[in-house]
């Protein structure tokens, strides 16, 4: 039997959902916003928390707006389209104090205040639509199945005219489209690896839409931009380390800045897109690997390492593996790690055990607003390793 609850709600936790108590026990509420009292179906009940879906906003927050896309309260894409963007920004920087204040264990840490996205809709510069059945659409909200759509707010102009068309097209794989830097779009659905040039900034580099592209143009040049700042300009005897390169785009935006970058990547044809770009510019101080990043390092480390080295990750959503972790921590000549993250959940895990290895310090963290709109929160970070040893 369904079972309706009301409740206050007083805060937003990390992916999206309003926080509520109800007689000392936590509910998650879908759909609902703090300072809001709603309503709501509950879809699960621990002895811990329950959680649940609004069914109705009984009085409203100030900052509840009405979503700008037909599909949102189906589409699994955006979780964040109720509220002002404004306070999208101030929630997600909480988010991320929580998070690393609570899984990391690094007590009363406060993140930099987070860099907002110059566009809040019209900024994904690649999406990709999955198929099953009849046709090509995003995956419905928690759900497997697929919602055909005609546009998304969140993607560039040029990609929506195209979204249309792509629902009846044939084929078994998943399509992405991706657009380069003049807005030309580059379907995934053809034969073969398909390199076109892109450019970030001043950084030109081959990519496909096969490979992975950061999704928001103008945040990803921010990021290069503090991390320039953070690595410093007296890097030219150093060498860098860049894992989870895909096509290079950190590499080659820094390697002015260093006498030796190496480029680690499993994808094959992210790492073609790399090596090409090295050889269209006669590129000699970066070079490239393809294979798995965390085995890999270590001995592209011992062959490449000069009197100064940098780490830095880029990893996928669930981050880094504790062993490889707690491997490098012990690597004396590492200067700096530092961690670009998609997901601050499995950050803050991973600045757990490097903090308790060797007692590296989480220097500073800055959350980047690469995805509006969504519930996803890019961060950057600096790690400096125990004082004997800088
Ligand atoms: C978040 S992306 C970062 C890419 C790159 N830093 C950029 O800015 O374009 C993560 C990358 O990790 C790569 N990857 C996933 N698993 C890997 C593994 N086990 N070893 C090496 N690379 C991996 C993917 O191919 C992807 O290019």
Known sequence: MTKILKVKIYSLAFGGRG?????????FVKGALP????????????????????????????????????YYSICGGCDLQHISYEKELFHKNEQVNQLIRRISGVKDFTADVIVPSKDCYHYRSSVTLHRKGGGYGYYEKGKHSIIPIDECPIAEKSINMEL???????????ITLKTDFQEKVWSSNVMGERFFIDKYDDTELFMSPKAFSQA??????????I??????????????????????????????SFCSVSGIDSNRI??????????????????FYKGDAEKLFFDVFQRN??????LFVDPPRMGLAKSFLEKAARVNDIDRIYYLSCDPASFARDVKVLTNCRSWSLNKVLPFDMFPRTAHIEVLAEFTPPKTNS
């Open 227 to 256: 991390l320039k700042e953070w690595i410093g300009s007296n890097e030219e005897a150093a060498s860098l380390f860049d894992l989870y390169c895909g096509t290079g785009l950190f590499s080659f935006s820094l390697k002015d």
């Open 305 to 310: 390492k000069t009197s100064r080295n940098i």
């Open 19 to 27: 926080v509520g108590k109800i007689d000392g026990k936590v509910c």
């Open 35 to 70: 300072d809001e009292e709603v309503t709501f179906r509950v879809t699960k009940d621990t002895s811990r928390y329950t959680e649940g879906e609004v069914l109705e906003v009984k009085v409203p927050s100030s900052d509840r707006q009405k979503p700008v896309c037909r």
């Open 270 to 287: 992210a790492i073609n897109c790399a090596k090409n770009t090295v050889k269209r510019g006669n590129i000699r101080n970066v070079k």
């Open 216 to 225: 928001n143009r103008d945040t990803v040049v921010r990021v290069i931009k």
């Open 164 to 174: 249309g068309k792509i629902r009846g097209e044939k084929g078994k794989n998943d």
